[in-house]
């Protein structure tokens, strides 16, 4: 199976969101082939690491953030299974990009038990403690996923 998860500089929530995922999904041996990336809307922060307060926030939880942004693609379409977005302007985004492959495209909260509908809010413009709450989210988002994932598969 293949994940991507997409917000719109891909250096704040989806690189965040590809770390939770791979963190909780590989804690359980049956999930470790599927195949976790993340990707911008935009190209504002094309080949650049993380926010620094993303990698920061990441650090104080044990998890190391080494992916570099780029922006989606029409070909993500086909080589991913499920397009996650953060918020409503990036589903319309992304959407636009590919409107015959929208079916794939879903907010990440979608897929979890209790958040269902919620957006990830971005944490750019304001402060640190943002970071965290987009953080705890996500973490408490991803669980919930790889527990959803787990009496599927
Ligand atoms: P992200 O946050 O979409 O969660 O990566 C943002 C990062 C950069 C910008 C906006 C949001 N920006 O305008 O540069």
Redesign the pocket.
Known sequence: MNILVI??????????AEGLLLKHLHEDLKFSAWKVDSC???N??QGEL??PR?LSTAKKHGIKLTHR?RQLTVEDFDEFDYLWV?DEQ?YLDVVSICPSKKDKVDLISNFSKSYKGQM?P????GDQNGFDE?YKLLDHICAEIVQGFNLKY
Request: glycine share 8%; aromatic share 12%; with cysteine.
């Open positions: 917000c719109l500089g891909n250096i704040c929530r989806s690189p965040m911008g809307t935009s504002y922060h993380a926010d993303m942004s953060m990036n990830i971005d944490p750019y413009f987009v």
